[in-house]
């Protein structure tokens, strides 16, 4: 689809895609009665001076009330807060009825319970095609840490953080450490590799033979030279422990023209498998507070800083 043709629905679905916060604007009508209508249009506009807009449909039975008011409330809603706002985009209800307000600025109500609550001066208004733009100067707010409600795709939802790496406390380390990243590869690693390496030792396991069992895992097979860059032993010291968990139909070993090739076995596969288990716990925990796109990235990096240094 271009964006020269599309319908209406197709406009206000791709609307849609931009999450917002809810808001009920409130006001006083020219007979002093009290109006409201809810509103995900809110918007900031400038620090100085404070201004904020928000837009309401020319068609809304509260539409002049807004245009003409001297003052305006945006009282934005908490997550809670759906049936107030459900209640606010009804039209010709009586909308305050089982409402406590309080008086804001120019006496207009303030909903009670609200994440916060901006009191406005009218500042200006524009036509805005079917709609027209309110602009108020902020005179006066609260504010409190609660949740908002959110609206997005059609449908309420509330915000979560996206958790983010807090920075690692670091008291008394060089620049040069600060900044090298073998210092944190290496650290990282003796970090989450001791406390694994004493449960294959516990297991009756080296690291080594460990490591081979580990890598032909799911009856992989791979040539003796690769098995060598993966598990970080020699060639000779490599062949001769293949051989030896040969001897417990833990591995196959092939001479082949292409030269040596090592295969796993399913007896070397349940010799491991409740490591396997245990690594994979231990990878959760090390990787906590990272999100499953984070960890991704940090696998892919570290696989890029092996190619580049094979
Ligand atoms: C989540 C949500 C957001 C809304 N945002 C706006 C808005 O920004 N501007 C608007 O004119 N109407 C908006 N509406 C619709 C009005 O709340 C609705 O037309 C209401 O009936 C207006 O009140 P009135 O008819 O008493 O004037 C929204 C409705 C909902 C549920």
Redesign the pocket.
């Known amino acids: 689809m271009t964006t020269e043709a599309f319908n209406a629905r197709e406009f206000r679905d791709a609307l849609s895609s931009f999450a917002t916060g809810?808001t009920v604007v409130t006001c006083l009508d020219a007979n002093g009665e009290p109006v409201g209508?809810?509103?995900?249009?809110f918007n900031s506009v400038s620090m100085d001076p404070p201004l904020i807009l928000?837009?309401?449909?020319k068609t809304?039975?509260?539409?002049d009330a807004f245009i003409n008011a001297k003052h305006f409330v945006v009282n934005v809603l908490g997550a809670d807060q759906t049936d107030i706002?459900?209640k606010?985009?009804?039209?010709?209800t009586d909308k305050f009825a089982d409402v406590e307000v309080e008086k804001g600025i120019g006496g207009v109500p303030m909903l009670p319970g609200t994440i916060t609550c901006f009191e406005c001066e009218a500042w200006a208004t524009y036509d805005g095609g079917d709609?027209e733009i309110i602009v108020g100067q902020v005179k006066a707010m609260r504010s409190t840490a609660g949740s908002g409600l959110v609206?997005y795709r059609g449908a309420y939802a509330t915000a979560e953080a996206i958790p983010t790496l807090a920075p690692v406390e670091t008291n008394d380390v060089s620049h040069f450490i600060d900044n090298y990243l073998l210092y944190y590869l290496t650290r990282a690693t003796h970090q989450m590799g001791d406390e694994f390496h004493q449960l294959v030792a516990d297991d009756g396991l080296t690291t080594k033979e460990w490591r081979v069992l580990a890598c032909l895992y799911n009856e992989n097979s791979m040539s003796l030279a690769e098995l060598a860059k993966r598990t970080m032993v020699d060639q000779t010291t490599l062949l001769e422990l293949a051989l030896g968990l040969q001897k417990h139909d833990m591995a196959r070993v092939q001479q082949l023209d292409s030269g040596t090739k090592l295969t796993g076995t399913i007896a070397g596969q349940q010799r491991v498998v409740h490591l396997i288990a245990d690594c994979q716990e231990a990878e959760q925990s090390a990787l906590e507070g990272l999100d499953a796109d984070a960890a991704e990235t940090l696998k892919t990096m570290l696989q890029r800083i092996i190619a580049n240094t094979d």
């Open positions: 809810v209508a809810t509103a995900s249009s928000w837009s309401i449909t809304a039975y509260s539409a706002s459900n606010f985009a009804r039209s010709g709609h609206f």
